[in-house]
């Protein structure tokens, strides 16, 4: 039985991503997940609302450290510059739970469901960075695009480090971050960015 409330939580999305894998999401129930991780139903929705929020655990976390991040960037630092400051400011946060991003990735990609959970925290974490580049003084009519396209930089990011783990998470956001800029500023449409 696990001691701690982060030890029970650890458990449970251990237990959900292995029954998922083996029996697909759809087919797993939350008392299946509990009794995985030797706890009880109850202690399940203790920790989550729902079996699809077991894999998004460290959003809020995420969120709440992005806004930090852009609020105390340096000042005078162009928007994209900030952005890449900020994702790279936290991305211990990402960092952490490697061996479990990698088959949670899989997983979303093969699963609807998930895929739509996805896509609404990654909206609210594009409102939170627009928000939080809106109280840096970033107009309303740039800071919305400012955030969507950063945070598709950072899913580019993310996407290339679960790909090629040879590579950090921070060199992956350079090089996103470099090829937005290069998209950015080529001049044709057939110039390949170099």
Same mark, same amino acid.
């Given at each position: 039985?696990?001691?701690?409330?982060?030890?029970?939580?650890?458990?449970?999305?251990?237990?959900?991503?292995?029954?998922?894998?083996?029996?697909?999401?759809?087919?797993?129930?939350?008392?299946?997940?509990?009794?995985?991780?030797?706890?009880?139903?109850?202690?399940? *929705?203790?920790?989550?609302?729902?079996?699809?929020?077991?894999?998004?655990?460290?959003? #809020?976390?995420?969120?709440?450290?992005?806004?930090?991040?852009?609020?105390?960037?340096?000042?005078?630092?162009?928007?994209?510059?900030?952005?890449?400051?900020? *994702?790279?400011?936290?991305?211990?946060?990402?960092?952490?739970?490697?061996?479990? =991003?990698?088959?949670?990735?899989?997983?979303?990609?093969?699963?609807? #469901?998930?895929?739509?959970?996805?896509?609404?925290?990654?909206?609210?974490?594009?409102?939170?960075?627009?928000? =939080?580049?809106?109280?840096?003084?970033?107009?309303?009519?740039? #800071?919305?695009?400012? #955030?969507?396209?950063?945070?598709?930089?950072?899913?580019?990011?993310?996407?290339?480090?679960?790909?090629?783990?040879?590579?950090?998470?921070?060199?992956?956001?350079?090089?996103? *971050?470099?090829?937005?800029?290069?998209?950015?500023?080529?001049?044709?449409?057939?110039?390949?960015?170099?």
């Amino acid at each position: 039985m696990p001691r701690s409330g982060a030890e029970a939580r650890r458990r449970l999305q251990q237990a959900a991503l292995e029954l998922y894998r083996e029996r697909g999401f759809d087919q797993t129930t939350t008392a299946e997940i509990a009794a995985r991780a030797g706890v009880n139903e109850r202690t399940f *929705f203790r920790h989550f609302p729902d079996k699809r929020e077991v894999l998004f655990d460290g959003e #809020a976390e995420l969120r709440a450290a992005l806004e930090q991040a852009v609020a105390e960037a340096p000042e005078g630092l162009r928007v994209l510059d900030l952005l890449l400051h900020a *994702f790279r400011a936290v991305r211990h946060v990402i960092e952490r739970n490697r061996p479990f =991003a990698e088959p949670r990735t899989r997983l979303i990609a093969a699963t609807p #469901a998930l895929r739509e959970r996805e896509l609404a925290k990654g909206a609210s974490i594009t409102e939170a960075v627009a928000e =939080a580049l809106r109280k840096r003084g970033v107009p309303d009519r740039y #800071a919305l695009l400012a #955030a969507q396209t950063g945070w598709a930089a950072f899913a580019q990011a993310y996407t290339a480090w679960i790909a090629d783990s040879s590579r950090s998470l921070d060199e992956h956001l350079l090089q996103a *971050f470099a090829d937005l800029r290069a998209l950015v500023t080529s001049a044709t449409t057939g110039d390949s960015g170099r």
